[in-house]
């Protein structure tokens, strides 16, 4: 996909890695016309470097910021960096996991864009991974959600590096913020942020109430239990609602809501 502006002097590209989990492929954003934050740049693969070019465009790079350290979104940060001539920006389990140097951020820090009228607001959103950081671009209030929160669908969360616990308390925490638009990681811009938020919460909150359903009814083990709260599901995803499932018995357990004898792992 070619590069296309969004307004607020953000422009995003598409990386050519569609799938089931990375729906249409990796976001990554340009925020800012002239000094810029290059946010996400995405799996390491052929033409990869040149899209990014596309989207940088005459901007100056200040910094190359990543949400999370998994590969498609962080893959070709150090290329980036190089080809930029900026250093990375994220968080310090981001740089540890990368095995890279960079700006450590967490909560309360900021990164400007442009002349400084505008600038990103970074918030630790862990439970997708716990590593997750999400960007805020004020004063427009435009949310970058990298995983946690998708344009499509819902977000992954498998443990032991997600956290249901954590998850939703970062659901809970974006909420307040009251963004005006979310940009995620994968699939399309949303402008009705605060509904999709509160969505994305009531969708945790019914998988938890049909899991512990399908426990009052008698079922004994992952298995069973996904197979009740999954009946259908598409190619390629029963790993993944398997690991959903593990991440809401975990967060059942944390709070003594497991039946006698059944672990966290999903076995009687």
Known sequence: MA??????GVGVVVADNPGP????????YRIGARRAVLLD?????????DRLLELVGEADVEWVGLTHAHHDHAALAPRAA???????????????RLGLEGRPLGD???????????????????????DSLSFCLQPARWLFTGDTVLGEGSTLVAPPDGE???????????????????????????????????AYRNHRLERERQIRDALEAGAGSLDAIRRRVY?????????????SVRAHLA???ERGLLPPGFDAGGEL
């Open 82 to 96: 190089e080809e930029f001539g900026a250093p990375l920006a994220a968080s310090p389990q981001t740089l540890a």
């Open 164 to 198: 249901m616990s954590s998850y939703l308390a970062s659901l809970s925490r974006l909420i307040s913020l009251r963004p005006e638009r979310i940009l995620p990681g994968h699939g399309p811009p949303v402008a009705e942020a605060g509904t999709l938020l509160e």
């Open 108 to 130: 309360g820090d900021r990164l400007e864009v442009d002349d400084g009228s505008a600038y990103l607001d970074v918030l630790e959103t862990p439970g997708h991974s716990a």
């Open 41 to 49: 740049p995405g799996p390491d693969r052929a033409g990869g470097m």
């Open 251 to 253: 967060h059942l357990a």
């Open 231 to 243: 009946p259908e599901l598409e190619a390629g995803l029963a790993s993944a609602a398997e690991a």
């Open 3 to 8: 590069a296309g502006e969004l307004g607020e």
């Open 21 to 28: 989990l990375t729906l249409d492929g990796t976001r990554c």
